[in-house]
């Protein structure tokens, strides 16, 4: 049997129909902005691994800090205990974190880092002694998997058997271009209406729903209203934190800053799961009482794990060589010329583009026509090397940072291959097994 088979007899794959998936394809090693499977065959990581991936795979500087961990400590409680390697990092985060940041909370992954931020936002009402309980979020947002972030998030498909489990919660549009008076008209209502507790948002840019973008001085105004009605703000910068939109988060466009920041995905470059919760002072004093019920009393096994904390002080090192940053202001040029390149082409209806974050929104000839189409985008991007995961008619590429030039053409001109299935000029035959499944 080879490695797909055996995976088809004992594993659960997340966000996948295994009765209908394709078989996985089986990689063995990774190197750079390029994965191998186990047939030979070499393929782009143009989304960096579900955004995750900052440097490229198996990066030897992360693997051998690491590594010097893995031999010194590897994992201690995080409560009554501490170890450098969470401190420093911590010191290191709230140095490049938006200002007024002053607290890390550590857990393990991006749906964490959102149940701390929305824990510590109802609780620190309650530790004031007043209850306020609504929570605000966007309509399109998705905030992660677990109860308390599928609550904040859409609902949708995804979360459908769970509607009646999840928490209420005001949402409002997002605010894009053509949306923007309505969306700051529903905030102000809910403001006025009053019990509003925090309010949740993917800074600039919505991953999940599509890479769906919208400007910093529109933000500004929310939050600035959430200011002015004492709503606290929680920036979900998992996806968007460190470089991804151009700076080191998509919070240092704006004039006012959050009450909390929840990171994870390129918390460590892509190499372990840790996540982390920034809260600022005026959160992290509603906690500190003698009477100990206003504990925040949340934690995890691998809180504060250490080999964790040093991939991401190794991931950090990496983040802030000149080199890094030169590629992450080269990759936003390049996709800035494809955007132009790209833009005016038949059945592409929008491009959009933040940092190092590119989507193309494809003419949907209705829903059915499109969900076998995708599938046929996926394949094609997969039969010429280029792992490429449409989010419905849209596609999108967040690569690692190290990608070069030549690979980015690759990427590109992928693209422009799937312009042409879409628009009839090229023939691709459909997958007979799904391809794509979120
Ligand atoms: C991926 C993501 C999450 C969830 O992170 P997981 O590590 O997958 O649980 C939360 N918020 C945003 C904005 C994300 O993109």
Not at 91 to 108: A, C, K, M, N, V
Not at 280 to 303: C, M, R, V, W
Request: hydrophobic fraction near 40%; glycine fraction near 8%.
């Amino acid at each position: 049997m080879n490695l797909a088979e055996r995976d088809q007899n004992v594993i659960w794959h997340p966000y996948t129909q295994m009765k209908t998936a394709a078989l996985p394809i089986p990689i063995v090693r990774g190197e750079g902005a390029l994965l191998f499977s186990e047939d030979g065959q070499t393929y782009i990581d143009a989304v960096a691994s579900w955004w995750v991936n900052l440097h490229g795979h198996a990066h030897p500087y992360i693997a051998q800090k690491v590594a010097e961990q893995l031999q010194t400590l590897e994992h201690v409680i995080f409560a009554g205990f501490t170890h450098p390697a969470a401190v420093t990092f911590a010191e290191r985060l709230l140095q490049i974190l938006p200002q007024g940041q002053s607290r890390i909370f550590y857990s393990d992954n991006g749906s964490t880092a959102v149940e701390v931020a929305l824990k510590m936002a109802i609780q620190y009402w309650n530790n004031h002694g007043t209850t306020k309980k609504k929570i605000i979020a966007f309509r399109d947002s998705y905030h992660g998997d677990t109860f308390g972030a599928m609550s904040v998030s859409a609902r949708s498909a995804f979360t459908a058997p769970f509607w009646s489990y999840l928490f209420e919660v005001a949402f409002i549009d997002v605010p894009t271009p053509g949306n923007k008076e309505e969306s700051i008209k529903q905030l102000e209502a809910f403001a006025a209406a009053g019990d509003v507790a925090a309010f949740i948002y993917e800074p600039l840019v919505l991953g999940t729903a599509g890479m769906v973008m919208y400007t910093p001085e529109v933000l500004d105004r929310l939050m600035l209203i959430c200011q002015q009605h004492d709503i606290l703000t929680i920036a979900d910068e998992v996806m968007t934190g460190f470089g991804r939109t151009g700076r080191h988060f998509a919070t240092d466009y704006l004039q006012q800053k959050p009450d909390m920041v929840c990171l994870s995905k390129g918390l460590t470059g892509g190499t372990m799961a840790l996540g982390a919760t920034s809260c600022n002072e005026k959160i992290y004093e509603a906690f500190l009482h003698d009477d100990k019920s206003k504990t925040l009393f949340h934690g995890h096994s691998y809180t504060g794990n250490p080999v964790a904390c040093a991939a991401g002080l190794a991931s950090m090192d990496l983040l802030l060589q000149t080199e890094t940053q030169e590629s992450i202001n080269r990759i936003a040029q390049r996709h800035a010329e494809f955007a132009q390149r790209i833009k005016d082409l038949p059945q592409v209806l929008e491009v959009r583009q933040q940092g190092t974050i590119l989507a193309v929104e494809f003419e949907d000839g209705g829903t059915s026509y499109f969900s076998d189409l995708r599938d046929t985008l996926y394949s094609y991007g997969i039969d010429n090397g280029v792992i490429l995961r449409p989010l419905g008619n849209i596609i999108y590429v967040i690569p690692p940072y190290c990608i070069t030039d030549k690979q980015l053409d690759q990427v590109y001109q992928t693209i422009i291959g799937m312009q042409e299935i879409v628009s009839g000029k090229r023939h691709h035959p459909r997958p007979d097994r799904d391809m794509l499944h979120d």
